[in-house]
């Protein structure tokens, strides 16, 4: 396509929010009239099942649940005055909350303010809020902020270590939805560990973000926590950025929240729009589904041109993998369904493996975020005529224009600066763009079928770990594997078996290995 008639195409698809300054570019995908008008008909029927979704229909019919997360930023649409009071009470009791610890009316115990806060959560308990964190914290906040998202005890040392000297001004957030996460309640048991050897008082300085009721609402109560902030069972944790599970951390660091909350509002009636070219996640979900044959046969590259946009990328992972990545359809189909998504930021990564995108293998699309304004005062001349910003700007331009002459195809969305509202916009945008293609593949968004069975998986290997623990006190003689196997009941466990054992004697956990360790099946087991 010449460059006039690329110049045409890009006019002819290109959408624009004014309110919001925001636009989606879609004209380097290279569908067609014709493929559009083939796939309308799937847009009409995943319209009609967003509007059902919003009005309260059950959309995770294996649990049960509605998906109410739009609600979050327009109480108004809620199915019932009861929940619609629950967000709005929810909201005002958080900044409530905020507010006074940011004056030091709400006060740790052994300190005149709260200086830092420390989350505790993971998935989207945590990728959400590290995200905002990243784009939105002020350079100097009033609470910094540290996260304990994994259940690996050098990355929690690693922490600790940083807050050593102000733990006593350390505000605590647990984030569970069931109370029962293991690796956040590790996080929790670690983190009393150490305010216990510090002299400070748990309870008196955690919060806890959970539903009513749950384990960690109890554990709440019956200690006297400071403080605690519902969940809803109507909102998914890769939703959860607009309820207290990002709002609270947000706040608490002065982000303004209630901007956050009206960019989503107003990105969310924007993608209402039953119209395929006026509907920005309309747009994307269309790209997304030429791109991979409605089959995901195409990863997704995020490349954000911006360094507070870092971690865009992974907070997308988990919004898009997870929704999408289903082995059965709606129907009980197996389909092996999902969209595999990469990426860091521009231009760093352009000295890392755009040399690939354009040039290697053609497995993937891209999307670029541009973000118009470079800075918030002037900016220095680093050769004639020319600033960084320009720089980046031409950088992101070129490699939209390397990429196509290449036949790669390529997504720009483009935000006039990187501010609470625009952030809740591009929440907004991606979470509605996620509905429709959910909907456009007959896959339900709605669950993690297969998170469940990995936590199941790994609840299995820990209660074999207890039997090899519980076997081993009772043998005076060093076992093999395979004899370990064969007294647990285990005999094809023989593998896991040994990795557990491996795991155990290099903690010093009472057990002990010894043999040639080039050849496990000999090595020998006893209690060391």
């Known amino acids: 396509m010449d460059a006039t008639a690329l110049w ?10 004014e309110g919001l300054g925001l636009y989606v570019d879609v004209s380097r995908m290279r569908f067609d009239n014709g493929f559009v008008m083939a796939m309308q ?24 649940r509605m998906v109410g997360h739009y609600w979050l930023r327009d109480p108004d649409l809620a199915p019932t005055p009861e929940i619609k009071q629950e967000i709005i009470t929810t909201l005002e009791k958080l900044e409530s909350f905020a507010h006074k610890i940011l004056q030091g009316e709400i006060r740790p115990p052994q300190s005149v303010k709260y200086t830092d806060i420390l989350s505790i959560g993971i998935g989207g308990s945590a990728l959400g809020p590290q995200f905002v964190a990243e784009a939105l914290s002020p350079d100097v906040p009033p609470l910094a902020i540290h996260f304990l998202d994994n259940t690996d005890p050098a990355g929690m040392d690693r922490v600790f270590s940083r807050l050593k000297d102000r733990l006593a001004s ?25 305010f216990a050897d510090n002299g400070l008082d748990f309870a008196r300085q ?16 019956s200690e006297g926590w400071l403080a605690t902030f519902p969940m809803f069972d109507w909102v998914g944790g890769r939703t959860s950025e607009l309820s207290a599970v990002g709002l609270l951390d947000a706040a608490l660091q002065g982000i303004d929240i209630r901007a956050m909350l009206a960019g989503a509002k107003e990105m969310d009636a924007a993608t209402r729009i039953p119209d395929l070219r006026k509907n920005p996640a309309a747009l994307l979900a269309l790209s997304w589904y030429y791109a991979g044959n409605g089959r995901g046969e195409k990863d997704m590259v995020i490349l954000p041109y911006k360094d507070s946009l870092l971690l865009f990328s992974r907070y997308l992972q988990q919004l898009v993998m997870e929704s999408l990545g289903k082995e059965l359809d709606l129907d009980g189909n197996p389909v092996h369904q999902g969209i595999a998504v990469y990426g860091n930021k521009g231009s760093t990564d352009q000295h890392a493996y755009v040399q690939q995108l354009r040039e290697g293998v053609p497995n993937f699309f891209v999307t670029f975020i541009e973000v118009l304004r470079d800075r918030s005062g002037e900016s220095v001349e680093v050769e004639s005529g020319a600033t960084s910003g320009d720089f980046l700007s031409g950088l992101l331009q070129g490699t939209r224009q390397a990429l196509y002459e290449n036949h790669r195809d390529s997504i720009t969305v483009t935000i006039p600066e990187v501010n609470p509202k625009t952030v809740g916009a591009l929440i907004a945008l991606y979470e509605r763009a996620v509905g429709l293609y959910g909907f456009l593949i007959n896959v339900n968004a709605y669950h993690q079928p297969g998170v469940e069975a990995g936590k199941k998986a790994a609840a299995s290997i820990l209660a074999l770990q207890q039997q090899i623990i519980q076997t081993l006190k009772q043998e005076p003689a060093p076992l093999s594997i395979a004899a370990l196997a064969e007294k647990i009941d285990a005999p094809d466990q023989a593998e896991t078996i040994y990795k557990i054992c491996r795991h155990l004697a290099s903690n010093q956990r009472g057990v002990h290995l010894q043999g040639d360790f080039n050849k496990p099946a000999s090595l020998k087991v006893s209690r060391s």
Request: a negative charge; aromatic letters at 8%; proline letters at 4%.
């Open 170 to 194: 350390t505000l605590v957030i647990v984030i569970s939805k069931s109370g029962g996460t293991p690796e956040t309640r590790n996080g929790m048991v670690e983190t009393k560990k150490v």
């Open 41 to 64: 008909p799937k847009f009409d029927q995943a319209f009609r099942a967003m509007a059902a979704l919003e009005g309260g229909a059950i959309a995770n019919p294996d649990e049960d």
């Open 8 to 17: 045409q195409r890009y006019q002819d698809w290109l959408y624009y929010h």
């Open 206 to 221: 955690a919060v806890a973000i959970t539903m009513e009721g749950s384990k960690m609402h109890n554990l709440a109560a």
